[in-house]
């Protein structure tokens, strides 16, 4: 009877093992199948002019502005001045910031190739301390671009300076 269960405690754990060296094959052919079908999608290179020259249609100046150490309660503005190099003219199809903190305004105009234009991007620094903010410019359609504020809100005193006894005492004399 002791050799009929040690050899059945035998199988059952020789059948335990090649059960769990199939269900991890199978995960590992999965994972591999899922991996090689994602790559083998072709990618689209961003922002580039319809023509497929390869260009960018939005050449930014610069794409990230430090305001630096700026007061709590003074709005800031920013212009991101940039460029078409693409061979269409297009339009700022959106402007969109991150939070309501942060207010974008852009000219709804068509912007031909060569022509340079701006986004004024303004910051309301209620808050103290330091933030980044990212603002999503959408044009031709689905092409997008990101330019993003950051600073540090320094906290401003809720109270004035306290009175100077001296110069009250000057002005008794």
Same mark, same amino acid.
């Given at each position: 009877?002791? +050799?009929?269960? &040690? ?6 754990? %020789? !059948?335990?093992?090649? +059960?769990?060296?199939? /269900?991890?094959? =199978? ?18 290179? /961003?922002?580039? #002019? ?9 050449? =930014?100046?610069?794409?990230? @502005?430090?305001?630096? /150490? ?9 212009? %991101?001045?940039?460029?078409? *190099?693409?061979? #269409?003219?297009?339009?700022?199809? &959106? ?7 942060? +207010? ?11 022509? *340079? ?5 303004? @910051? ?8 980044? /903010?990212?603002?999503?410019?959408? @044009?031709?359609? &689905? ?15 809720? *109270?004035?300076?306290? !009175?100077?006894? #001296? ?5 008794? !004399?």
């Amino acid at each position: 009877m002791f +050799t009929i269960c &040690n050899l059945l405690l035998r199988f059952i754990i %020789f !059948e335990s093992t090649i +059960t769990k060296i199939v /269900k991890n094959t =199978f995960t590992l052919i999965c994972v591999l199948a899922l991996a090689f079908s994602v790559s083998a999608q072709t990618n689209t290179p /961003k922002n580039t #002019s319809p023509a497929g020259t390869g260009k960018e249609a939005l050449d =930014f100046k610069e794409t990230v @502005y430090d305001f630096g /150490k700026i007061p709590q309660g003074k709005p800031v503005t920013h212009d %991101f001045e940039f460029t078409n *190099t693409g061979d #269409s003219a297009f339009a700022l199809d &959106n402007v969109q910031a991150s939070c309501g903190c942060t +207010t974008p305004v852009w000219n709804k105009d068509i912007i031909a190739p060569g022509e *340079t234009a701006k986004i004024t991007v303004g @910051y309301n620094a209620q808050n103290d301390g330091q933030f980044v /903010k990212p603002v999503t410019i959408t @044009y031709m359609g &689905n092409k997008t671009r990101q330019i993003i504020i950051k600073g540090e809100v320094w906290k401003t005193p809720v *109270t004035s300076a306290p !009175e100077n006894s #001296s110069v009250s005492s000057l002005k008794n !004399e």
